[in-house]
């Protein structure tokens, strides 16, 4: 009668989770040499964990692929930093969110949310750049020592002239079914930027 109740409440709960591993459960808690009280709370915290992983899940805004170029200088750069700021953001869940991309060899990125190149929720956005040193495309013996190159010590070659939302020349609408940020065009010097 136990195994039967184990069964259904797991697979009432355990959406997400595969045959296989709920059986798994079932069987570990039937064969188990621990009291019923201990069987009963280590089932319980399973349990409990598997509702908080589907549940956490459900909050998640639906995304669209974006992607977009970076040059710096008039030359593609690798390692910028592109990240979207919701403007007017009526959903409490997308303020709070920062898609963010960096740019391959090439000066192309792709933008990620939830995970790193998922897209971004349709929304409008402002766009900021940062281009520190030592990022992971530099091979240079800069990148020898792991503490020069923790965000509080590194550099924005940039200037940070791109990196406030508040004064972005750069804006964005992220439609459907998909959206390419035109090209954004740095300086690494103290002109205005272009885009």
């Not at 409490?92 to 929720?121: N, Q, S």
């Not at 804006?171 to 103290?190: D, F, N, Q, V």
């Amino acid at each position: 009668m136990l195994r039967g109740d184990i069964s259904r409440v797991i697979s009432r709960v355990s959406t997400g989770v595969t045959p296989a591993i709920a059986r798994c459960l079932v069987d570990s808690f039937d064969s188990s040499p621990l009291p019923l009280f201990s069987r009963s709370l280590a089932c319980a915290v399973v349990m409990g964990g598997l509702t908080v992983m589907a549940l956490g899940c459900g909050d998640h805004l639906a995304t669209v692929p974006v992607t977009g170029s970076v040059r710096v200088d008039g030359k593609p750069a690798a390692g910028v930093q592109v990240v979207l700021h919701p403007v007017d953001a009526d959903d409490e869940r997308l303020e709070k969110l920062r898609p963010t991309g960096r740019t391959a060899a090439d000066g192309t990125f792709v933008i990620g949310t939830y995970e790193m190149t998922d897209g971004a929720p349709v929304a409008e956005y402002l766009i900021t750049a940062e281009w520190f040193a030592g990022g992971p495309e530099t091979t240079t013996s800069e990148t020898a020592d792991p503490e020069a190159n923790s965000a509080a010590t590194q550099t924005d070659r940039l200037g940070g002239r791109f990196a406030n939302p508040e004064t972005s020349a750069f804006k964005a609408s992220i439609g459907r079914p998909s959206s390419e940020i035109p090209a954004l065009e740095l300086s690494t010097h103290s002109a205005k930027p272009s885009g």
